[in-house]
Protein backbone atom coordinates (compact mmCIF):
# COMPACT_ATOMS: atom_id res chain seq x y z
CA UNK A 1 0.00 0.00 0.00
CA UNK A 2 1.32 3.20 -1.05
CA UNK A 3 1.83 6.00 1.91
CA UNK A 4 -0.63 8.74 2.06
CA UNK A 5 1.86 11.69 1.78
CA UNK A 6 0.60 15.14 3.61
CA UNK A 7 2.75 18.41 3.51
CA UNK A 8 1.29 21.16 6.08
CA UNK A 9 1.84 24.44 4.63
CA UNK A 10 2.17 27.91 6.43
CA UNK A 11 4.25 31.68 5.82
CA UNK A 12 7.98 30.41 7.77
CA UNK A 13 7.38 26.94 8.63
CA UNK A 14 8.25 27.42 12.21
CA UNK A 15 4.82 28.11 13.78
CA UNK A 16 1.58 26.62 12.29
CA UNK A 17 2.49 24.23 9.92
CA UNK A 18 5.25 22.69 12.26
CA UNK A 19 2.83 22.29 15.15
CA UNK A 20 0.35 20.88 12.62
CA UNK A 21 3.06 18.27 11.65
CA UNK A 22 3.80 17.39 15.06
CA UNK A 23 0.13 17.20 16.32
CA UNK A 24 -0.53 14.99 13.39
CA UNK A 25 2.32 12.95 13.44
CA UNK A 26 1.53 12.19 18.02
CA UNK A 27 -2.21 11.46 16.29
CA UNK A 28 -1.49 8.72 13.77
CA UNK A 29 1.42 6.79 15.79
CA UNK A 30 -1.18 7.33 18.59
CA UNK A 31 -3.59 5.08 16.27
CA UNK A 32 -0.85 2.67 14.96
CA UNK A 33 -1.31 4.27 11.26
CA UNK A 34 2.06 6.08 11.02
CA UNK A 35 3.23 3.35 8.68
CA UNK A 36 0.57 4.57 6.13
CA UNK A 37 1.61 8.29 6.39
CA UNK A 38 4.31 10.15 4.85
CA UNK A 39 4.27 13.73 6.69
CA UNK A 40 6.13 16.89 6.28
CA UNK A 41 5.46 20.80 6.29
CA UNK A 42 6.70 23.66 4.47
CA UNK A 43 6.58 27.77 4.18
CA UNK A 44 5.47 29.39 1.35
CA UNK A 45 8.38 31.84 2.51
CA UNK A 46 12.45 31.35 2.89
CA UNK A 47 12.50 33.31 5.38
CA UNK A 48 13.74 30.86 8.52
CA UNK A 49 15.05 27.23 6.38
CA UNK A 50 16.95 25.30 8.17
CA UNK A 51 15.53 26.37 11.55
CA UNK A 52 13.73 24.75 14.66
CA UNK A 53 10.15 26.12 15.06
CA UNK A 54 9.69 28.71 17.16
CA UNK A 55 10.21 27.99 20.94
CA UNK A 56 6.98 29.26 21.94
CA UNK A 57 5.97 26.64 19.51
CA UNK A 58 7.81 23.85 20.62
CA UNK A 59 6.95 24.56 24.46
CA UNK A 60 3.16 25.18 23.87
CA UNK A 61 3.13 21.50 22.47
CA UNK A 62 5.17 19.89 24.48
CA UNK A 63 3.17 20.69 27.17
CA UNK A 64 0.44 18.64 24.99
CA UNK A 65 3.03 15.85 24.54
CA UNK A 66 3.62 16.79 21.06
CA UNK A 67 7.66 17.47 20.05
CA UNK A 68 8.97 19.51 17.61
CA UNK A 69 12.56 19.56 18.02
CA UNK A 70 13.70 17.33 14.89
CA UNK A 71 11.70 19.67 12.70
CA UNK A 72 13.57 22.27 10.70
CA UNK A 73 12.29 24.86 7.80
CA UNK A 74 11.94 24.33 4.57
CA UNK A 75 10.28 26.41 1.35
CA UNK A 76 7.81 24.56 -0.44
CA UNK A 77 9.62 23.44 -3.71
CA UNK A 78 7.85 22.59 -7.04
CA UNK A 79 8.01 18.84 -6.65
CA UNK A 80 5.96 19.22 -3.64
CA UNK A 81 3.12 19.51 -6.04
CA UNK A 82 3.60 16.19 -7.65
CA UNK A 83 4.75 14.19 -4.44
CA UNK A 84 2.65 15.18 -1.75
CA UNK A 85 -1.38 14.09 -1.83
CA UNK A 86 -2.64 16.64 0.33
CA UNK A 87 -0.92 19.89 0.80
CA UNK A 88 -2.53 21.96 3.61
CA UNK A 89 -2.76 25.59 3.70
CA UNK A 90 -2.75 27.31 7.25
CA UNK A 91 -4.52 30.55 5.77
CA UNK A 92 -5.99 32.16 2.65
CA UNK A 93 -2.44 34.01 1.73
CA UNK A 94 -0.82 30.65 1.99
CA UNK A 95 -3.44 28.90 -0.07
CA UNK A 96 -3.28 31.76 -2.79
CA UNK A 97 0.30 31.47 -2.85
CA UNK A 98 0.26 27.57 -3.35
CA UNK A 99 -2.65 27.72 -6.00
CA UNK A 100 -1.37 30.44 -7.79
CA UNK A 101 2.53 28.25 -8.32
CA UNK A 102 0.71 25.03 -8.38
CA UNK A 103 0.37 23.18 -11.92
CA UNK A 104 -3.18 22.67 -13.13
CA UNK A 105 -2.97 18.61 -12.41
CA UNK A 106 -2.05 19.33 -9.21
CA UNK A 107 -4.58 22.33 -7.83
CA UNK A 108 -7.09 19.75 -6.08
CA UNK A 109 -4.52 18.85 -3.98
CA UNK A 110 -4.43 21.88 -2.29
CA UNK A 111 -6.92 22.34 0.71
CA UNK A 112 -7.29 24.66 3.12
CA UNK A 113 -6.92 22.54 6.55
CA UNK A 114 -9.74 23.84 8.48
CA UNK A 115 -11.50 22.27 6.14
CA UNK A 116 -11.46 19.59 8.13
CA UNK A 117 -12.91 20.97 11.31
CA UNK A 118 -16.14 22.61 9.65
CA UNK A 119 -17.45 22.45 13.27
CA UNK A 120 -14.85 25.69 14.66
CA UNK A 121 -16.46 27.69 12.01
CA UNK A 122 -12.86 29.52 10.99
CA UNK A 123 -11.36 28.79 7.80
CA UNK A 124 -7.38 30.38 8.58
CA UNK A 125 -5.00 28.95 11.57
CA UNK A 126 -3.95 32.17 12.68
CA UNK A 127 -0.30 32.94 12.72
CA UNK A 128 0.80 33.07 16.21
CA UNK A 129 4.03 34.71 15.97
CA UNK A 130 3.88 38.33 16.99
CA UNK A 131 1.52 37.73 19.26
CA UNK A 132 1.74 36.14 23.20
CA UNK A 133 1.48 32.30 24.74
CA UNK A 134 -2.24 32.44 23.69
CA UNK A 135 -2.13 32.58 19.94
CA UNK A 136 0.13 28.89 20.18
CA UNK A 137 -2.16 27.31 22.51
CA UNK A 138 -4.91 28.54 19.81
CA UNK A 139 -3.19 27.46 17.13
CA UNK A 140 -2.55 23.61 19.17
CA UNK A 141 -6.51 23.98 19.39
CA UNK A 142 -7.37 24.40 15.93
CA UNK A 143 -4.87 22.14 14.44
CA UNK A 144 -5.90 18.83 16.82
CA UNK A 145 -9.63 19.72 15.86
CA UNK A 146 -8.63 19.39 12.26
CA UNK A 147 -5.95 16.82 12.67
CA UNK A 148 -8.62 14.58 13.67
CA UNK A 149 -11.35 15.58 10.80
CA UNK A 150 -8.93 14.90 8.43
CA UNK A 151 -8.30 11.56 9.22
CA UNK A 152 -11.74 10.68 10.10
CA UNK A 153 -11.89 12.41 6.10
CA UNK A 154 -9.62 9.88 4.95
CA UNK A 155 -10.71 6.75 6.76
CA UNK A 156 -14.16 7.34 5.46
CA UNK A 157 -13.28 7.83 2.08
CA UNK A 158 -11.59 4.98 2.31
CA UNK A 159 -7.76 5.81 2.04
CA UNK A 160 -6.95 2.98 5.31
CA UNK A 161 -8.45 0.70 7.50
CA UNK A 162 -8.94 1.46 11.17
CA UNK A 163 -8.01 -2.17 11.91
CA UNK A 164 -4.83 -1.45 9.89
Known sequence: MEKIKVLFVCMGNICRSPTAEGVFAKLIEERGLDHLFS?????????????????????AARERGVELTGIRARKVVF???EDFD???AMDHNNYGI??????DEHKEKIRYFL????HLDVREVPDPYYGGSYGFERVLDLVEAASE????CLHKAG??????
Open 79 to 81: GDF
Open 149 to 152: GFLQ
Open 98 to 103: LMAACP
Open 39 to 59: IDSAGTHAYHVGEAPDLRAQR
Open 159 to 164: RFSLMA
Open 115 to 118: DFAP
Open 86 to 88: FLL
